[in-house]
């Protein structure tokens, strides 16, 4: 049966016997075997497999969690043995208390939890859709699992539930299959679609786990992190063709230092014992120990450790989507990364090189059907370990710490002049179940900023740093403030989310900066631009507390009046115009930074027309726009787009010189250009504007600061800059930073701060930012150009920014002639 969220328990116990039913076959109806050579299923034909296999297996319960972005069902398929999956409420339900020690009062209890219970792995196919080839595999996967006979399997049923996940990303599915499917044949066969493969994210869907910023992240953050608490997560990845054939686990260095070592040990112990098996299995090129580290919190495998659970990646060398790559010696000597320098000599974390030649999606399949068989082979043979282990962090992170000046809670104070960033923040923390309180009743504390303090001399190019800033004396705390106790099951996703990070300085053999996995400061409140000050002290006893434990992220949506619904007020408050018509280029190639801008204008309900090149090429932009964004892209790709040849025609081609020149007429017509980061360079190039960029060529043994919030000081009298506070968090990602020439006709909005940049991630080379200029307008014509040299709205966290954007936009317009 086919069901939505919120089945019962009588729905399972009235499932007829079907030990009797031919189960059907992948290939029976699909028409072919997933992962042969040019053959694709789209989503359709998964999930109808998938509901067959529901209708006919009683190891198979298949769930709808909801709709995609773009409406398509996202589905869960639950495998167990029949007596498991008739008993799942149960089991859901001892998930949750072993998931909340503090909820279990007696020993006794906690023993028959741990002789009882199932260990819960989640596995998910193809959240980045080009990486195709999982979401093929698992129909295979859950028809094994739905079929075989043998000892194995029927202890791996009999111990462990498992919620297989065909992919998280539907709408991508499509988007890649459809596209596969059109090009097959042609010279484009096997080439990745020229679009996102997420309405808004493209492979930024990844990148959205503590954030919940897309539909599909906040279903699966309730399947796992509200109800299931699985203790093993599975994400199956793809990668390049060229390097290594399977990455595993045990990850690069750095670790998080959030992330408790025992977890980090089980993920090495279950990476090991998959790459031991793919050998046995006559498996060559798997690597470990390289280039994906824990660092950075946000992906599927990384959210896990902070809900005290394993998070394994894996990562296929890529066929092209599915048809065979030929991959040769040279291209593999070639191929080389952090922690393996060629794929073709043999280490320690890469004992047997793969010889090149043919690579078929099968190869992949095969892996990762034995990976996946690996995982759920460890989860059943030690099951009490991972109860147990699972059990006890989730205990000792909810024992409050007695030392004097230790952090106890983060606190939000009410009053703050954003409401709605507050609102989105509790939301978005309550949602993947972190356990926030409001005041009832005044309290009253002692603070503590926690910023970054350097600790060595402010003139060098290596900084280091610690957390620091001066305690409060004991303040009263106002009622409707948030308060967020840390002695709770998730306590260090808390500490991950709020501190501050401190990447530490890794630098190459030549002195270059060595490149993260992904970025390096992440703190959730300095991007919102919510005040949230460490509590180390607090007069009240516990049962003097006055507090309201609040069970649903709407309440705080309600409280604070978040103005998301259609209907609520505009952020854009233009004296000329009442509405702004503002249009986003979105150019020939897939931009993850123009999706981000399209979702926080979707956010605030702000209207909007992508504009694509051929509407640049022909022009009269000044009869539908006052403002034209670009969003971050390199000047190359704007003005070039794809090749001619590469992609079918219509796929290439960028603004060139007929488009540039619309847009110069749309700017000296008195129109707003708004660039975005990397798009400045277009626009400093293509106007001739007199600001540089100090950072371009720079090299990164000088500077480098790789994802990372750094502080700006904003003249409050620039329009743009008015409402927002004098000094503003503000996303760096390879950014930029400008000069402007003497007596030019340029109006600093904003600069980076002249001391104490870095607020959290990592920072090298200090000196090249500070005092520069982030943010300016220069007048051309009877227009003007914007240019942010940082994020404003990076992956739609980064809300303390927003409020330049829509500034901007409030004085569009305003100069032109109309
Ligand atoms: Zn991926």
Redesign the pocket.
């Known amino acids: 049966m086919f069901l939505l969220a919120g089945f019962s328990a009588t729905s399972f116990a009235q499932r007829p016997a079907s030990q009797t039913a031919v189960i059907p076959s992948p290939k029976s109806v699909l028409g072919f075997t997933p992962g042969d050579d040019r053959t694709i299923a789209g989503w359709s034909q998964i999930t109808d497999y998938f509901e067959r296999l529901d209708r006919a297996s009683d190891r198979v319960l298949v769930q709808t969690l909801g709709q995609s972005t773009l409406k398509r069902p996202l589905i869960v398929a639950f495998i167990s043995s029949r007596e498991n999956i008739l008993a799942l409420p149960k089991y859901k339900e001892m998930q949750q208390l072993l998931a909340d020690p503090r909820k279990i009062t007696q020993p006794l209890q906690r023993d028959r939890l741990l002789a009882n219970g199932k260990v819960v792995v989640a596995i998910s196919c193809s959240?980045?859709s080009t990486?195709i080839v999982a979401s093929q595999m698992s129909m295979q996967l859950a028809y094994e699992l739905a079929t075989a006979q043998d000892p194995d399997t029927r202890e791996i049923l009999q111990n462990t539930i498992l919620l297989l996940i065909p992919s998280p990303n539907p709408d991508g599915i499509d988007i890649v299959a459809n596209w596969y499917r059109k090009t097959l044949g042609t010279p484009y066969e096997g080439k990745e679609p020229p679009e996102l493969y997420h309405h808004y994210a493209g492979h930024d869907d990844?990148r959205d786990w503590f954030m919940l910023n897309l539909k599909e992240t906040q279903l699966i953050t309730r399947l796992l992190w509200h109800d299931w608490f699985p203790q093993i997560v599975y994400d199956v990845?793809?990668q390049g063709s060229n390097g290594s054939r399977f990455f595993i686990p045990p990850f690069y260095d750095p670790p998080n230092p959030n992330i408790s070592p025992l977890l980090l040990r089980q993920v090495g112990l279950i990476g090991h014992k998959v790459a031991a098996d793919l050998q046995a299995a006559g498996f060559r090129g798997v690597l470990t120990n390289a280039l994906y580290d824990t660092w950075w919190h946000g992906g599927f495998r990384t959210a896990p450790y902070f809900h005290n659970s394993i998070g394994i990646l894996s990562e296929a060398a890529s066929a092209r989507l599915m048809t065979p790559a030929t991959v040769t010696s040279d291209q593999l000597a070639r191929s080389s990364t952090r922690g393996m320098r060629s794929a073709t000599e043999s280490t320690t974390n890469f004992p047997d090189p793969w010889p090149a030649g043919e690579w078929h999606p099968n190869d992949i399949m095969n892996m990762e059907l034995i990976a996946a068989r690996s995982i759920l082979s460890m989860a059943a043979k030690f099951r009490g370990e991972y109860l147990t282990n699972f059990f006890e962090l989730g205990r000792k992170n909810s024992e409050p710490r007695l030392n004097k000046g230790e952090t106890l809670a983060y606190l939000i104070p009410a009053g703050q002049a954003r409401d709605e960033a507050v609102a989105k923040m509790m939301g978005t923390l309550i949602d993947q179940g972190v356990e926030v309180f409001r005041l009832d009743q005044e309290l009253h504390v002692v603070l503590s900023q926690q910023v970054l303090q350097r600790t060595n001399a402010a003139t060098e190019k290596l900084g280091t740093y610690k957390i620091g800033g001066p305690f409060s004396a004991m303040q009263e705390v106002p009622a409707g403030s948030y308060i967020i106790f840390l002695n709770q099951p998730q306590r260090y996703n808390i500490t991950t989310l709020f501190e501050p990070q401190i990447y530490p300085n890794r630098l190459t053999a030549q002195g270059e900066a060595e490149r993260p996995y992904d970025v390096a400061g992440w703190t959730l409140p300095l991007q919102m631009g919510v005040e949230a000050p460490a509590v180390v002290a607090i007069r009240e006893s516990a049962t003097e507390r006055k507090l309201t434990l609040i069970k649903d992220a709407n309440e705080v949506r309600a409280d604070l009046a978040l103005p998301l619904q259609k209907g609520s007020e505009s952020p854009i408050k233009n004296p000329v115009k009442q509405t702004v018509r503002v249009g986003i280029y979105k150019g020939s190639m897939g931009n993850m930074d123009e999706g981000w801008t399209r979702f926080v204008f979707d956010t605030f309900n702000v209207p909007y027309t992508s504009v694509r090149d051929t509407d640049m090429r022909q022009g009269g932009l000044s009869a539908k726009f006052d403002a034209l964004i670009f969003p971050s892209q390199s000047s190359a790709q704007i003005v070039n787009g794809n090749a001619a040849g590469s992609f079918p025609p219509e796929y290439t081609g960028g603004l060139t010189e007929a488009g540039i020149k619309n847009l110069k007429d749309f700017v000296n017509n008195g129109g707003m250009l708004i660039c975005f980061d990397n798009a400045c360079d277009m626009a400093i190039k293509e106007f001739n504007l007199p600001l540089r960029n100090t950072l371009e060529g720079v090299r990164s043994s000088e500077f480098y600061c790789p994802g990372s919030i750094v502080a700006l000081e904003v003249d409050n009298k620039n329009p743009i800059g008015a409402t927002l506070p004098a000094t503003v968090p503000a996303y760096f990602i390879n950014s930029s930073a400008f000069t402007a020439a003497p007596d030019a006709n340029v109006r600093v909005v904003a600069r980076y701060a002249k001391e104490n940049v870095l607020l959290s991630g990592w920072l090298l080379g200090e000196d090249k930012l500070r005092g520069h200029i982030a943010l300016a307008e220069v007048g051309v014509g009877k227009g003007r150009v914007v240019l942010f040299g940082f994020r404003p709205q990076h992956r739609g966290q980064t809300w303390a920014t927003l409020p330049f954007i829509w500034n901007a936009l409030s004085t569009a317009a305003a100069s032109s002639s109309e």
């Open positions: 959240i980045h990486e990844n990845h793809q």
